[in-house]
């Protein structure tokens, strides 16, 4: 039963959810709108038509834009539960993370089933009349525009030039018409001072009325051939004239149901049994041919081996004897073959007859190579279309699975981020999609061409997603520190050798006032210790390798020194004098091991030491470690006797005092 908590949770993941679908939504809505861009602009469509295009495009969209809401909704929800530190809390009161996405998880879950039915059910539905509607655009003439200054040839037939246009009454000025519409050798110009384009009520031609103007016409041939003035034409003067253009206009729907071969546009058991018929269909063009080539190809007499015989279907009751007649047919015409005395043949033939006979079997030839080039095109069709079925066939399970998936990727993600808000779950989310998008694409794009299994190629994006969201559920779960980014800037550092600096902030509240005069000769035996480490350790020379490698031991010196200066860090960090802590500061951070060996097992210092390219490297990122610790040690010499020297003016002022 669903507790205070669970209906708690659900509340917020619920919230961001509806914003985050119906922006989702739009987005991929407006990627379509843009692909298919030039099918709609400049058609004069009505609203109607647009409204069952967004409409269609919608419900087609809807298993695409769950996983991504689904997605950014976990990281936000969960993101901000955890800025908020209700995450901590609830773990504080022993409600584990795993019990807390436990109903977002169910949801999630339900939403999986609510993609797949759209995608089983309404969207090859929305698909058909989506792919109708498209085409029937695509088929519909444009609407016409006419343009300013410029000649325009959308209308068929002519050529119009408008030097202006009045916009509210649809009044034309200066007009130059080329009509070509009977031909070119009967090509027209008509020159008019306004006119008006109009279409007719059913819409199937344009009205062009014409006032004040002339129509020439050259009498013996078309414009191409008036050479000058003296070429005889006709013209006409006019007031008014009218001219009917076929245009139509009208749009015109397609059947829906010339789209349900799409494989989108199918179920799963349609995918499944029309997959099948076209595997029939397949087989049995291959028979065919196989039955036809092995019928018409002459065995040569000089093989040793029989032709191979095609093996016999299971279903085929005539397999058996169509076989044997074949084989014994095959032996007759190779044992006639034998005694057949083909040169002594060729030699009674006539030149003429010869050369007949080679032409036939080149002609022969040639037409055998044109039929199986055009039954190859047929098969590798068909073949991709099967490829295709089996395709959306798959992608409606990984689709819906991806909502579970994503659930599993983004709620720990924000559990473990703690970052709310749209601007870092937005940008993650978008990053964690690209890549799903590039994987499962690519991967689809090779399963479709056949250059990757069928199996491999879809469920390989699902297989990458699940190990990743469970790895992250465990570690949110147990308060792993996998997203930490000081621990990541501390290990590339020390990787790389960068320096860290100490950041010793002044304290607000102070209980106790450090011991500045115990601190005095604490600081002189570090300042001491520092300095006869030097003296007694050549730190510039180069490092054993041996020592380091095979028999390496730890510096216990360097250990014992940096362990006081922290000792000494800690307790002078309470005080209230700022240059104090400025001079504290200057105590540098030292790494104890990195200047004797590179891994703490042994195995690992003998592996890369036997391994010697690796070995080389190591041996001196170490030396370059003991020049580093030399300078520190000569750094905290200086610093921990103008430390002494501090402490004891603040000592002997406190005692004055």
Not at 340 to 361: C, N, W, Y
């Amino acid at each position: 039963m669903f507790k205070k908590l669970d209906r708690y949770v659900l509340g917020k993941f619920c919230l961001v959810f509806m914003a985050a679908f119906f922006i989702s939504l739009f987005i991929f809505m407006m990627q379509f709108t843009w692909l298919h861009i030039d099918k709609l602009v400049g058609k004069g469509l009505t609203m109607d038509i647009l409204g069952q295009f967004f409409y269609y495009m919608s419900l087609s969209l809807v298993p695409q834009a769950l996983p991504v809401a689904i997605l950014l909704s976990s990281l936000i929800s969960f993101g901000n539960l955890g800025e908020s530190l209700e995450l901590l809390a609830m773990k504080s009161a022993g409600v584990a993370l795993a019990r807390v996405m436990l109903p977002v998880g169910l949801l999630a879950t339900a939403f999986g089933g609510v993609s797949f039915y759209f995608q089983n059910v309404t969207s090859p539905y929305a698909q058909r009349e989506l792919g109708a509607l498209l085409m029937t655009l695509r088929q519909t003439s444009p609407a016409v525009e006419i343009p300013e200054g410029i000649f325009y040839n959308g209308v068929p037939g002519i050529n119009l030039y408008v030097s202006q246009k009045d916009v509210k009454t649809g009044m034309l000025y200066d007009i130059v018409i080329y009509k070509t519409d009977q031909g070119f050798d009967k090509a027209q110009i008509v020159v008019a001072d306004s006119g008006r384009m109009a279409s007719s009520a059913d819409k199937g031609h344009l009205i062009l009325d014409i006032w004040q103007g002339e129509q020439f016409e050259n009498l013996q041939g078309g414009l191409g051939e008036m050479k000058n003035a003296t070429q005889p034409y006709d013209r006409e003067t006019f007031g008014h004239k009218r001219f009917l253009i076929d245009f139509d206009s009208n749009i015109k729907m397609m059947d829906a149901d010339m789209m349900s071969g799409m494989a989108k546009a199918k179920n799963m058991v349609e995918l499944v049994e029309d997959a099948d018929s076209m595997n029939r269909s397949l087989d049995s063009i291959g028979n065919a041919a196989y039955e036809r080539a092995l019928g018409s190809t002459y065995f040569p007499p000089t093989e040793a081996k029989k032709p191979k015989q095609r093996a016999p279907h299971p279903n085929d009751a005539q397999t058996n004897t169509a076989t044997a007649a074949t084989t014994g047919n095959t032996g007759a015409t190779s044992e006639a073959a034998q005694s057949l005395p083909f040169d002594t043949l060729l030699s009674r033939i006539g030149e003429q007859k010869l050369d007949a006979a080679v032409s036939t079997a080149a002609a022969m030839v040639k037409s055998r190579h044109t039929e199986l080039e055009f039954r190859s095109e047929e098969v590798a069709s068909t073949e991709k279309d099967v490829r295709k079925h089996y395709i959306e066939w798959h992608n409606k399970i990984t689709q819906s699975l991806a909502c579970l998936l994503f659930f599993l990727i983004g709620a720990p993600l924000g559990a473990i981020i703690r970052k709310g808000g749209l601007g870092m779950p937005a940008v993650v989310s978008v990053i964690i999609f690209i890549i799903y998008l590039i994987l499962n694409t690519s991967t689809m794009k090779m399963a479709r061409e056949g250059t990757l299994n069928m199996i491999v190629g879809m469920w390989l994006s699902t297989a990458i997603l699940l190990p990743t969201g469970v790895f992250l559920t465990y570690k949110s779960n147990r308060d792993s520190m996998v997203f930490n980014v000081d621990a990541y800037r501390n290990f590339f550092s020390r990787l790389l050798m960068l320096r860290t600096h100490r950041n010793i902030p002044l304290k607000e509240v102070i209980i106790h006032d450090p011991d500045y005069t115990a601190a005095i000769p604490r600081l002189a035996d570090l300042a001491a210790d520092s300095y006869h480490y030097i003296e007694a350790h050549r730190l510039v020379s180069a490092p054993n390798y041996i020592s380091i490698f095979f028999r390496h031991k730890p510096d216990t010196a360097v250990e014992d020194i940096n362990e006081r200066m922290e000792q000494i860090v800690e307790e002078l960090g309470n005080s209230r004098d700022m240059r104090l802590l400025q001079s504290l500061q200057e105590f540098p951070l030292l790494y104890t091991t990195a200047h004797v060996t590179p891994f703490d097992s042994d195995r690992l210092n003998k592996v890369a030491g036997i391994l010697l390219p690796i070995g080389a490297l190591l041996w001196l990122r170490i030396w370059i470690f003991r020049i580093r610790l030399r300078q520190d040690l000569q750094q905290i010499e200086v610093t921990a006797r103008d430390l002494q020297q501090h402490c004891q003016r603040i000592a002997e002022k406190n005692t004055q005092q």
